[in-house]
């Protein structure tokens, strides 16, 4: 007798086969940082990280060697990675990792955090590393609209044997013709590509004109009856056909049919159409942002895996969640365990749009009958636009009503339906890299939005420039008399007192807010309360106004 599940056992087996599959070498990275920049690292920190991840001990004479093979993989394509050197001491080995861009704010190995050496193009950084076996890296570029860590597996290897070159340790300038990435183009071809398509959405959901609820498919053999009406959010549409039917426009093109259990599939269907069976469970959730509002839809047992563990979340549904076993952790998006996802009967993976980066995991998800949604709520250019997005995972699990409820009630408790009254105070919202620079927010999106919904001025309107980062001499300029700053410790965990930030920047103690007193930090759960995002605008009134009121996610520094 033919096993049950041989199909999706085979192509189980044929997957996981080929993601075991080697990386491909880096190309040369474009510009060799110089040995005395490199040197210029903690030889402590090192030691630490070394020793909280139980690196090995190396049986080779001490020195500096050329790597004879550097593989990696991951990330989009648009930046490449080299390994100069691996230095040896003691049996430990330390390679020196370069970025081909200076917006690498930190790499990580574990939990443990790496800073680096920058030129106007790398970043480098010195990582313990295991030799001859693949090891996961992670990088932080703060290059997209918002600081992103991105995943890598790197492979080093000394052994001369696997490329046939010789490695004593370097004497003299490296003359070897270096590997070259044969996936060039194709990397090359997806990142112009992501990028085109993140360009193309943030323009659509600018554009007022735009809405997604007027362009209604006609599905063959079902009667359209109305659209959701949606109040705020431009990402996406619901439209209901008869039968219970329902089919979920998103502002890249992609659509989904959502059908009743039993429910024949129409023969025909509206381009770039997947279809989703209900009831919608035991889904794989990679998207954080969208966790809290599964959660205020009070539909977490809908949610079966997640892409991020226990030490990702902020907010504690999740937290214990995969505390009791409830939800398990199934491997971060771009390497979920299939065989987690197959043998627990995923219905569903929703992605963030890091998966753009990813298109072999998605195909490959597919492959398995896994349908895969992308979550692009984080371009909304309003909070409520972000929150509303609740409606449309109501939609998914047939709860509309409660998601409306829910919403109608965010409304209110945000102030956004009565507004708040203008002050003339202004505001800073930023943070500190490691370059020394400040990270600001695009004048546009929806922190700035609920900085001048709160009543104040944001006083880096001025900067059409997007979420950037700018000189500290800018900064100063802008923000000096500034009545408030807000350090967004999201992001730079290490700020905690006002003691840490003016140890990272000495010229902000003649700040105008410094000298009153008026520093705030935001709170974790911040950038994963999507469900509650919008009340940083009445958090914004409250310090403005002086309050006594507690805000939701504004911590005054001690």
Sequence with gaps: MTPKYSLPVLLLTFFLLLSCSKSTPT???????????????????????RTSLGVKEISRPDGTYVPAV???????????????EVRISGGEAVASISFSSPNYEYVRVDDSKITGEYTDKTSTFKVPVELDEEMTLIGCTTAMSSPH??????FISLEEEITGFGNDPINAEDTR?????????????????TEQLRSEVKEQISDKSNDLTKDIPAIEGLNYDHSMDLKYAKGFAVHY?????????VIDGSRYLVLPEGTEKPDKLPENTTVIRKPVRNIYLA???AMSLFDALGAMDSIRFTGTDVSGWSIEAPKKALESGSMKFAGKYSAPDFEMLLTGNCGLAIESTMILHEPKIREQLEALGIPVFTDWSSYENSALGRTEWIRLYGAFLDEEDNAETFFQREVIRSGA???????????????????????????????????????????????KTGNTDIS???FYSKAHDADFLIYNTNIDTDVKTQEDLLKKAPLLEDFKAVREGNIYLIDRKFYQSTDRVSEFAKDINIILTGSDEAAAFLVKCK
């Design 287 to 289: 998207a954080t942002s």
């Design 241 to 249: 056909y008869d039968n219970a039917v329902k089919l979920i426009s």
């Design 27 to 49: 190309p040369e990275n474009s510009k060799k940082i110089s040995e005395e920049s490199l040197i210029q690292e903690s030889v402590t920190e090192i030691s630490e990280v």
């Design 417 to 463: 339906d009565t507004g708040f009254e203008k002050t003339d105070k202004s505001v800073a919202f930023f943070h500190l890299n490691t370059r020394g620079l400040a990270v600001i927010r695009d004048p546009d999106d929806y922190v700035s939005a609920m900085i001048k919904d709160g009543g104040g001025k944001n006083v880096f309107d001025s900067l």
């Design 149 to 154: 860590e991105i995943s890598y597996t790197i």
């Design 70 to 84: 550097f593989n990696y993989s991951g990330g989009s394509g648009r930046v490449t990675i080299s390994c100069e």
């Design 472 to 474: 500290i001499e800018e």
């Design 177 to 193: 013709e270096k590997p070259v990435n044969s996936d060039k183009n194709e990397e090359e071809k997806l990142s112009s590509y």
